[in-house]
């Protein structure tokens, strides 16, 4: 019996801790998993957006899918997960490099989404390099500054 335990112990330290971890949980742990898969599917497919957002050929398939959309949904719901809502401004940051993403990201509120997000560690550097590509595309900034009163005001204090 004590060699039992000796030989279970020993297959279970070879085991990678997310397996023990598993193990452990029983089958309550399993839409956990799930959940964590999805995110980090959903993760992946911002990384691999952020890699070609800068080529033309990224921006037609991205805004015929509501990407525009997605992102501000995504700088919604994420604004309490730091390190998450830095893989959105990311993206937002490439996508940035074309002049119409910048107009749609100002028409659909992005702007306002970007002012209300908090200061932390994981959002200061994508917060200001996003605020700077809105500057750096003339009618985005344009019409950032026509929005209504307390925004341009805020734009300045924000980067």
Not at 33 to 39: G, V
Not at 109 to 123: D, I, K, N, S, Y
Request: glycine share 8%; proline share 6%.
């Amino acid at each position: 019996q004590q060699q039992q335990q000796q030989q279970h112990a020993t297959i279970q330290n070879n085991l990678p801790p997310i397996l023990i971890a598993g193990a452990q949980q029983g089958l309550e742990g399993f839409p956990d998993d799930i959940s964590q898969m999805r995110l980090k599917t959903l993760i992946g497919v911002i990384r691999c957006l952020t890699c070609t957002g800068e080529y033309v050929e990224a921006l037609a398939p991205f805004l015929t899918h509501q990407g525009v959309e997605c992102c501000c949904r995504l700088l919604q719901a994420w604004q309490q997960h730091g390190v998450l809502l830095n893989e959105v401004l990311q993206i937002v940051c490439s996508l940035l490099a074309h002049r119409r993403f910048g107009e749609l990201l100002v028409d659909q509120g992005g702007v306002q989404l970007l002012l209300e997000l908090p200061r932390t560690p994981h959002t200061n550097m994508g917060l200001s390099l996003a605020l700077f590509g809105l500057a750096s595309l003339p009618l985005a900034f344009e019409r950032t500054c026509a929005l209504p009163h307390p925004i341009p005001q805020n734009l300045t204090t924000a980067g």
